[in-house]
């Protein structure tokens, strides 16, 4: 017979939620995945119904956790008296309560708190190990971090451990860009300050809407975004998620880097625009809002489900402009779509180690030999996508991974293969407020962009000349 959660006034209680966290890091660490949908299955496991607070308390936990994994295995090891094999199970209290030692979720709660709430975890899923657990904690608040933390030097080993990353990305990190900008990119991969958003700018202006939903939450925190003209950022999501702004399509989610490389296209009314690899459609949704909704763009991607997303998008913003197409992009596109285009967005499918500050999972389920083979993948969709460009069009290949093999490398290769094609240099961006973004190389990458925190993205505009 199904259990039946107990509904009642008390949800619940904090332990609890820490007990379904280390359940959910068991689960994971048999088969990393995607967190929220393991999370929620560990939740639904419990008597109790937790709170929205509780939810949220455990997506911090588990993502903290899952993010600083490889520093707090590395603390474990350290204060071991004796190297002994800590069951699964032992590891994953320990893990928690190192967590929020070091990165408290809640700075009034007490260190003794979080030790004493971890010796209680022991007791209902180690019986008999409490001691140890106590053990283990109460030597790490003896030490600094500095004591346990190997030395800060360029060493991909150590920097991974500092950082938390695998170390084959530190290690294709100093390959491509040098130790330097290796170190900006480590202590970028954990930090992420709030979520962006951007205004329906076929409805709002991103003033009125700034004003308006201020004078009616005067308690939520919202910025301008730094560069993009229609960008706005709060470390409070869930007022903007659940309002009438979002709901009635006012505003969107979408990374300020994101709706930077759709006004890098310059797209203008009265165009056909192709956006290649579309879903879930935000770059399609913006580019449609950039032409006031007067363009004709075709949003094509191979997976149906996804495509779906567009079209719920485009109702709920309340866009007509953008048709969706199923289709495979490294073979000639339907015969029932435009064979010509005035501008392209080839958005390609990639590591997307771009945006591992956002997803804490992502760093450990990718590796190096997958950002090779993707490589051959977006080659073959940049070369037949640029074959529907007309003669002094613009088309942008994107990607939203840091990796140079990905990114620069193909682009490259496709201008060896195609002469008929060169890349547009920094001073013939147009809007030229975009200019500054592009470096030396004519290159747009957010990750070296040090006034704003995006995801990491690479773009390359390239146009058509013969």
């Not at 048999?30 to 393991?38: D, E, N, R």
């Not at 001691?131 to 003896?142: A, D, H, P, Q, T």
């Not at 070369?383 to 990796?403: D, E, M, P, R, W």
Request: a neutral charge; glycine letters at 4%; hydrophobic letters at 35%.
């Amino acid at each position: 017979m199904k259990n039946e959660k107990t509904h009642s006034n008390n949800s619940m209680s904090d332990q609890d939620v820490r007990q379904a966290v280390c359940q959910f890091l068991t689960d994971w660490e048999k088969q990393p995945q995607a967190i929220s949908p393991l999370l929620e299955i560990s939740l639904n496991r419990t008597s109790s119904e937790p709170n929205q607070t509780q939810k949220a308390l455990a997506t911090n936990l588990a993502a903290g956790v899952i993010r600083w994994h490889r520093r707090l295995d590395h603390y474990i090891d350290g204060l071991l008296t004796r190297r002994k094999k800590v069951n699964p199970e032992l590891r994953n209290i320990l893990r928690l309560a190192l967590f929020e030692l070091e990165f408290p979720t809640d700075k009034l709660r007490p260190e003794y708190a979080i030790v004493s709430q971890a010796v209680n975890l022991a007791k209902t899923i180690t019986p008999g190990r409490e001691g140890f657990i106590n053990g283990v904690l109460r030597s790490f608040l003896r030490q600094k971090d500095s004591d346990l933390l190997p030395e800060d030097n360029d060493k991909p080993k150590n920097l991974a451990i500092r950082h938390s990353l695998p170390v084959w990305l530190v290690k294709k990190w100093q390959s491509d860009y040098g130790k330097q900008t290796t170190r900006i990119l480590c202590s970028k991969a954990n930090y992420f300050s709030g979520t962006s958003f951007r205004v329906n700018r076929l409805k709002i202006t991103r003033e009125q809407f700034l004003q308006s939903f201020s004078a009616e939450n005067s308690e939520v925190k919202l910025e301008k975004g730094v560069l993009g003209k229609n960008a706005f950022h709060s470390v409070q999501a869930a007022p903007l998620l659940y309002s009438k702004w979002f709901n009635e399509g006012f505003i969107s989610v979408q990374d300020e880097g994101a709706q930077l490389i759709a006004e890098l296209l310059n797209p203008k009314a009265g165009e056909t625009i192709l956006d290649a690899c579309a879903a879930p459609g935000g770059k399609s949704a913006y580019l449609a809002e950039l032409c006031g909704d007067r363009s004709t763009i075709i949003a094509a991607d191979i997976e149906p489900e996804r495509l779906s997303l567009i079209t719920e998008t485009n109702k709920r913003l309340g866009v007509t402009s953008i048709q969706v197409t199923c289709c495979d992009l490294t073979k000639d596109l339907p015969t029932a779509v435009p064979q010509i285009y005035d501008k392209i967005l080839v958005d390609v499918p990639c590591s997307g180690l771009g945006v591992i500050r956002r997803r804490a999972d992502l760093r450990w389920r990718k590796s190096l030999e997958e950002s090779s083979e993707l490589a051959t993948i977006q080659l073959q969709i940049l070369s037949n996508c640029s074959k529907y460009l007309q003669v002094g069009g613009h088309l942008i290949y994107a990607t939203c991974t840091t990796c140079r093999n990905e990114n620069q490398a193909v682009l490259s290769e496709f201008l060896v293969q195609n002469h008929n094609f060169r890349l547009v240099t920094r001073e013939e961006i147009e809007p030229k407020y975009l200019q500054k973004l592009i470096n030396n190389d004519n290159f747009f990458e957010t990750s070296f962009i040090e006034e704003a925190q995006m995801d990491g993205f690479f773009a390359a505009l390239v146009t058509r000349v013969s």
